[in-house]
């Protein structure tokens, strides 16, 4: 391994940040109460739940009777998905979603196929845009939720959350529950409650600096929800199990930070971004970048190499000192082509031969220089073992 690493894998998992790390410490050594417990030490606990609970609220612009806390991004969407669909089975059956969402969502939708659900996945254009006019037209008298991803995992596309919110609010058929992940949007695009005008959004602490193991799940007051977990009354009944109170904590201090820093901080990965797209562009032949160029998350460059194979190129570039990735870490063992390319129109080969690089707070001009040589040289290596010949 080379002594020297660049991590830019930051949609997939953050470090730790310090200040996040320093308010978990104590409950993860010398604070063990169950803030369930009427003790000394489990008030202790359950104080440090309501403080947590309360930055969520003061960053959301929510009430604090409407965050329910989860094991992570996937279980939060799972509990969105799963309880809110059965909950509302009695008003209607039809759930509206897109075809680029993360799998925890469409995972969960196609198993409500299974129990008679019937589930709408719209298509994007070639930059991975919803259409608002296609949810609009895809709306039913029967229609119980409509769950669009607000930033894209793996190609960056940020979609029009505002928009598609109001014209759910002004359909006079229908009045479904609107669902967003906002998983990679946190730190980077406003989520206001107010101001996104959803009913329940989606975060976790492994992509804001934040410890993994943690998410969250807004649900507006008075929207109805089965959930997941059951043997016990925690998080109002809606979420069982003893709470993860180190978690909790550092997941309210890192979407706490992640606000606080998010303006200046984009602006800077913006800069980054654009810069490391041009220079690749600049010095290696037949790239693609995938994805909106404009409307896209500030640290997201999603490139397709022809002739290159992501895989190959992924762990080249891992022998080389950088950490990247071929799309979702959920899907990392899978070998199929990235279902998200595809549906932005890339071709089988091409969707094949992409790479992801998510860029963070560490991440320096720097060292995007050095990737982008170590890139060239990568590139030029595997063209030459492959036989590839320009066109």
């Keep these: 391994m080379k002594?020297?690493?660049?991590?830019?894998?930051?949609?997939?998992?953050?470090?730790?940040?310090?200040?996040?790390?320093?308010?978990?410490?104590?409950?993860?050594?010398?604070?063990?109460?169950?803030?369930s417990s009427l003790h000394l030490e489990g008030r202790v606990a359950k104080k440090a739940l309501e403080v947590a609970r309360k930055k969520v609220t003061d960053v959301l612009g929510c009430e604090v009777g409407e965050v329910i806390f989860t094991s992570g991004g996937t279980e939060a969407n799972n509990l969105a998905i799963f309880g809110i669909a059965r909950a509302s089975k009695k008003q209607g059956n039809?759930?509206?979603?897109?075809?680029?969402?993360?799998?925890?969502?469409?995972?969960a939708c196609k198993k409500l196929e299974e129990e008679g659900f019937e589930v709408t996945?719209?298509?994007?254009?070639?930059?991975?845009?919803?259409?608002?006019?296609?949810?609009?037209?895809?709306?039913?008298?029967?229609?119980?939720?409509?769950?669009?991803i607000y930033g894209n995992n793996e190609i960056g596309s940020i979609?029009?959350?505002?928009?598609?919110?109001?014209?759910?609010?002004?359909?006079?058929?229908?009045?479904?529950i609107f669902h967003t992940d906002a998983c990679q949007a946190v730190g980077a695009l406003n989520i206001n409650i107010k101001d996104l005008g959803v009913d329940s959004?989606?975060?976790?602490?492994?992509?804001?600096?934040?410890?993994?193991?943690?998410?969250?799940?807004?649900?507006?007051?008075?929207?109805?929800?089965?959930?997941?977990?059951?043997?016990?009354?925690?998080e109002r009944g809606f979420r069982a199990g003893t709470e993860n109170v180190a978690g909790i904590v550092g997941l309210g201090q890192a979407l706490l930070l992640a606000e606080k820093m998010r303006v200046k901080e984009s602006k800077r990965l913006v800069t980054l971004r654009d810069y490391f797209i041009n220079k690749i562009l600049k010095n290696i032949e037949g790239v693609i970048v995938n994805g909106n160029q404009k409307l896209?998350?500030?640290?997201?460059?999603?490139?397709?190499?022809?002739?290159?194979?992501?895989?190959?190129?992924?762990?080249?570039?891992?022998?080389?000192?950088?950490?990247?990735?071929?799309?979702?870490?959920?899907?990392?063992?899978?070998?199929?082509?990235?279902?998200?390319?595809?549906?932005?129109?890339?071709?089988?080969?091409m969707a094949h031969c992409s790479i992801r690089f998510s860029l963070g707070r560490m991440t320096t001009k720097k060292d995007l220089d050095f990737v982008v040589k170590a890139l060239e040289k990568c590139v030029c290596t595997i063209r030459r073992m492959s036989g590839f010949k320009k066109k």
């Design 3 to 35: 002594s020297r690493r660049i991590y830019l894998d930051n949609a997939s998992t953050t470090p730790v940040d310090k200040g996040v790390f320093d308010v978990m410490k104590p409950h993860l050594t010398n604070e063990c109460g169950n803030p």
């Design 201 to 234: 959004l989606t975060f976790n602490g492994s992509k804001i600096y934040g410890p993994k193991g943690i998410g969250c799940l807004y649900l507006k007051k008075d929207t109805e929800i089965e959930p997941l977990m059951i043997g016990g009354s925690q």
């Design 159 to 176: 979609q029009p959350i505002k928009e598609i919110s109001q014209v759910i609010k002004d359909c006079k058929i229908c009045q479904p």
């Design 121 to 148: 996945y719209l298509p994007v254009d070639n930059k991975g845009s919803v259409s608002v006019e296609d949810v609009m037209k895809n709306l039913r008298p029967e229609t119980i939720l409509v769950s669009i």
């Design 94 to 107: 039809h759930i509206i979603t897109s075809k680029i969402e993360h799998k925890s969502v469409l995972d």
């Design 296 to 349: 896209r998350l500030p640290n997201n460059v999603n490139i397709s190499i022809k002739g290159v194979e992501g895989e190959s190129l992924l762990l080249m570039m891992d022998e080389a000192g950088i950490a990247c990735s071929t799309g979702s870490a959920c899907s990392a063992t899978d070998l199929e082509p990235s279902y998200v390319l595809l549906a932005i129109g890339s071709s089988l080969e």
